[in-house]
């Protein structure tokens, strides 16, 4: 499937859901334009609730976060639209992630709105430790490292489903540049909480002003190295990231 039909089938789904949301069940939905038809007409049991999709207690809705997958995808601008707020995946190069704040930006706009950095969300894999030689070992050089273990995988499956291009800087880039080494380093964010601070804050300048850095977890194979990497993000990374920017934007949050 080409990408711009991913994109139209993501806009009409989203259609739809909020559609749900702001009728009555039954249901018998049939925008102009959109495959998705959803009707419970007939096999509505309203004495059992057979046909009913629960509404959330927020009013309007509660915020609604969409992944974003792709380089200059154009489903950011449907999320624009919708004001549905976009997480950058952890898998994207620093150097695309502006491509998604230019079309949500774009997406807005169409919707008559101003786009807030605060709304958007990037992804990273990172890992903090006390000391420069932990952080290495566990993150980048230990043959059981789940952070290598996932990027392995991760590259393997993409290199299957020919879609692999995501890792590259363009697309004329040679398929064998992508290596463990070219993936930890474009993509992994380690080191102690001084480290991992200037990482963020430089990820920030290349991609932009986005609100919250999302910590994309990785398996336990150590609990105490695991869960010490959460705490020094909590406690020492967040505090000189939102130090280091204070007095000249938004601060940006960790989840």
Known sequence: ?????????????????????????PYDIDLPGNRFKVTTAKTSVPEIERGEMYKPFQKPRPEIVGTVVAPFSKGVIAMGERDFHPLSADFLLADHLSSHWTNYVEGKKKAGQ???????RVARTIFVADDMATARRYAIEDAASPYRYYWSLLLKKMMLSKRHAIFK?????????????YMLDKLELWGTPHRVAEQILQLRETAGDFGEIVYANMDWVDERLARRSIELMATEVMPRVNTAIARSAPQVHAA
């Open 169 to 181: 800087a363009s697309p004329e880039q040679d398929d064998c540049t992508l290596t463990m080494d």
């Open 1 to 25: 499937m080409l990408r711009e039909d991913r994109n139209k089938l993501f806009a009409e789904s989203i259609d739809v859901i909020l559609e749900i949301r702001s009728r009555n069940a």
């Open 114 to 120: 101003q786009a807030k950095s605060e709304e958007w």
